[in-house]
């Protein structure tokens, strides 16, 4: 694995505490009590602060960076690519060579009938644009009543209009006022739910249904035996679009290209980001079916007015190129099922700890460790605090309301994992004994 060490400038403290940068998905009243943690320098699956402690990643930042940090690889073919073409607009009839290069490699892995590439800047561009399309295919199909979208508890599709608007946890809706209409949120694990919204809202109306591959920032939830099966089968039966969303899931995350695929089913869109650049430069898209792309590209009068400024720059095309030639050339694919193998293995042994109420795991590179009602609801113990107490012994988890979230680099060792594991026991521990009595 040929990696290097990415640094920056340390910035002061006193600069840190008078520092300007609003920071989101957070609180910032609570952000300015305390100094900033500032990342200076990464390398594989490692991490160091601004003060030279290392820290073990173990959520590839968030869910992105599949081969790990420090590839000079990717850093060299941006570099070229800059020096060649720095960026312009894919507007119109205009293109650049990485993107075409792109999408083409895309389209070659997608199981997507007949694929199309739409090129976006990351996963929350992408569901808009997947959402948009859909209505907007249905409206020159002759069908513009079909505007309604569904979508899954737990699911987690970015925070943009569309995405905030579907998303299936109500505290990221709250606070903004009315967002998109028609859009609803079944149950994750029941077709037999999902069955009946599309029946309530009439098909006629249902443009389409998304869905993550194993929901992601939501808890890692891996869905039931046979669901996308069903799920698929039923999408058809009602002519609804079934849109799968590889966000978090795709690029060797789950041992395949997309993640959907380890459930043996053929969507109609496929939304990608993170992973496909390891998120060395921001890129996403939605890859299309021909049925879907047939009236826009083969009849005249319907153009699918959307875009974003910087979607198909080719900078990020080729850092996505130079990722997935590293995917490919180290076997990733495979590799991942192995580490898959070893996480579950490791992260199952928390569940004997008085704290831990569920493990989630065992099907893709990433992991949940749920808290018990009693610890969360009677105790008084948060995961924030858990997450602090592992990161003060160097290891970097996620915390959502009722989980620790783990995802690490596909690159991670066996040695790091059960550092990680043990870490997270520890920070347990202590918050335990904290809340005694």
Request: aromatic fraction near 10%; include cysteine.
């Amino acid at each position: 694995m040929t990696e290097t060490v990415v640094s920056y400038a340390r910035i002061p403290m006193e600069q840190q505490e008078s520092s300007r940068f609003w920071h989101t998905f957070c609180d910032m009243n609570t952000v300015i009590q305390g100094p900033k943690f500032v990342v200076s320098e990464a390398k594989g699956a490692w991490l160091w602060d601004d003060n030279g402690e290392r820290y073990l990643d173990g959520t590839a930042s968030l869910w992105y960076c599949n081969v790990g940090h420090g590839r000079t690889e990717i850093a060299d073919a941006v570099h070229r690519q800059l020096t060649k073409l720095d960026a312009y607009t894919v507007y119109g009839d205009f293109a650049n060579a990485p993107a075409l290069e792109l999408s083409e490699r895309l389209a070659a892995h997608a199981p997507v009938a007949d694929p199309r590439v739409i090129l976006t800047c990351g996963g929350g561009e992408s569901i808009d644009t997947a959402a948009k399309l859909a209505r907007r295919y249905w409206a020159v199909s002759g069908k513009p009543g079909k505007t309604h979208l569904i979508s899954r508890t737990g699911g987690y599709h970015g925070l943009h209009g569309f995405g905030t608007s579907i998303i299936g946890m109500e505290r990221f809706r709250a606070g903004f006022g009315q967002l998109i209409e028609d859009t609803s949120v079944v149950p994750y694990d029941s077709v037999e739910a999902l069955e009946e919204e599309i029946l309530r809202v009439g098909p006629d109306r249902v443009a389409a249904f998304f869905a993550e591959p194993v929901i992601g920032a939501g808890g890692v939830y891996a869905p039931p035996t046979d669901y996308f099966t069903r799920v698929a089968e039923m999408c058809r039966r009602y002519g609804v679009l079934f849109i799968v969303d590889s966000v978090i899931c795709g690029f060797a995350r789950m041992g395949n290209w997309f993640g959907i695929e380890r459930f043996g089913v053929n969507p109609d869109m496929i939304v990608f980001a993170k992973g496909v650049s390891s998120g060395y430069l921001p890129l996403g898209g939605v890859i299309a079916s021909g049925e879907i792309a047939d009236p826009f590209w083969n009849q005249s009068g319907n153009p699918f007015i959307h875009g974003t400024t910087y979607a198909g720059h080719p900078a990020c095309c080729a850092a996505a190129m130079a990722n997935l030639d590293i995917l490919e050339r180290d076997d990733l694919f495979t590799a991942s099922l192995e580490v898959e193998s070893h996480l579950d293995a490791a992260v199952r042994t928390l569940s004997d700890h008085p704290l831990v109420g569920e493990v989630r795991s065992g099907v893709g590179v990433m992991a949940a460790v749920q808290l018990t009602e009693e610890a969360l609801n009677e105790r008084g113990i948060t995961t924030a605090e858990v997450f602090m107490e592992a990161r003060a012994r160097g290891v970097i988890l996620r915390a959502i309301p009722h989980s620790l979230l783990i995802s690490p680099p596909l690159i991670v060792s066996w040695e790091q994992i059960d550092h990680l594991v043990s870490t997270l026991r520890s920070a347990l521990d202590v918050v335990a004994e904290r809340h005694q009595g």
